[in-house]
């Protein structure tokens, strides 16, 4: 069973529990009740590795200190880190980051970073650190 919505970003509740930006992966809640952008995304497991391109046209997942940002374009309605070095998606940023896309992309932030973990055992995978600019 799954749960039912609109299918857009809007869908997505701001926690009361976030802790200020750049301190953890939420977004801060400020007195306006703005979610504020995150200044470090640490540690961000992607999804989906092997049905991505990169992945289909490497046969393998990017490796260690590969650069990559977070698309300004949705990938099939999902945020998607991009290789800098050829512009192919790599993996879905998890949803619970959607938040990213309609309060801090859409207004001109990038986040750009690299690639710290990735391997294939027991499925490709691929952990990405990535900063705001």
Sequence with gaps: ????????????????????AGSDQSGAQGESGQITCPKVLEEIRLED????TFYKTHGA???????????????YGRLVVISLQTSEPIGNVPTKYNYIYSNCISSGVTYTGEVISSGISPIPYTVVTLNAK
């Design 1 to 20: 069973m799954g749960s039912s919505g609109t299918g857009e970003f809007g869908n997505y509740k701001k926690s009361r529990n976030s802790m200020e």
């Design 49 to 52: 590795v092997e049905q991505l």
């Design 61 to 75: 997942p990017p490796t260690i200190g590969h650069q990559v940002k977070i698309s300004e374009n949705l990938l």
